[in-house]
């Protein structure tokens, strides 16, 4: 694994920004990989064997994907919205899991280990990247029982809602009166009154711009107003 300030200074470019979290995520990532073996997360054969769960949608995630190279796309990383500075890291060749722990004290200790620093935000990134880990975090070993459905690889699994008719992948269905039923139609969605519409832009394509200028050159159809259903 490279050196702390090097996957630091990548993570907070990538990030945006340099900031406490950064630090905690970093280190977090660190210490996870390495009670689970992991010496090289990014490297392919080690990247396979990899499951981060991260507890937290704050720059700290950000840090911990960084490092381990994990992603939402290969299903990989795992968001669960417990709104804890936490993060699992499993080992899905030996089972080991870690559960790492923010502590609370660690931010309480700050002017401790970075005495010489009077303003809030730079005193805590100091006294971050000095504290112990012991210090810094909490660490937890856990078993985490994953479903084959939660596996990196290929859809296992598809449905159809008995309302919509929208494809559910991986068994995030739920049942209804002995029925499939999309999270969104049983009411378990994160939006509402949800309403189709269209406009003629979606005629375009990137992979045909002679089409899209064909369309666009027709009549007014860049001039009509979006239709609503």
């Not at 995520?25 to 490297?43: K, N, Q, S, W, Y």
């Not at 969605?189 to 189709?196: D, I, L, Q, S, V």
């Not at 375009?204 to 711009?209: D, K, Q």
Request: glycine residues 8%; hydrophobic residues 35%.
């Amino acid at each position: 694994m490279q050196p702390f300030e090097t996957l630091l200074s990548e993570s907070a470019q990538a990030h945006g920004h340099l900031c406490p979290g950064q630090v905690v995520g970093v280190r977090m990532a660190m210490l996870g990989c390495r009670l689970i073996g992991l010496d090289e997360p990014t490297r392919r054969d080690q990247i396979k064997k990899l499951i981060v769960y991260v507890e937290m949608d704050r720059c700290t995630a950000d840090a911990v994907a960084h490092v381990t190279g994990v992603k939402l796309g290969r299903r990989s990383l795992k968001f669960v919205d417990y709104g804890i500075m936490a993060a699992t890291f499993m080992n899905l060749e030996t089972g080991k899991a870690f559960r790492v722990i923010s502590t609370e004290e660690a931010r309480d200790l700050a002017a401790v280990y970075a005495p010489e620093i009077a303003e809030k935000g730079p005193r805590q990134l100091a006294a971050y990247k000095r504290m112990p880990d012991s210090v810094l975090f909490r660490v937890q070993k856990v078993r985490v029982n994953i479903d084959e459905c939660d596996l990196p690889g290929p859809t296992r699994r598809k449905i159809v809602c008995s309302i919509c008719g929208q494809v559910i992948r991986d068994k995030r269905e739920s049942i209804i009166e002995n029925r499939p039923v999309c999270r969104p139609c049983s009411g378990a969605g994160y939006f509402t009154h949800a309403r189709e519409v269209s406009w003629p832009d979606m005629n375009w394509s990137p992979g045909e711009p002679a089409q899209a200028k064909r369309i666009n050159s027709d009549g007014d159809a860049g001039n009509r107003s979006l239709t609503i259903h």
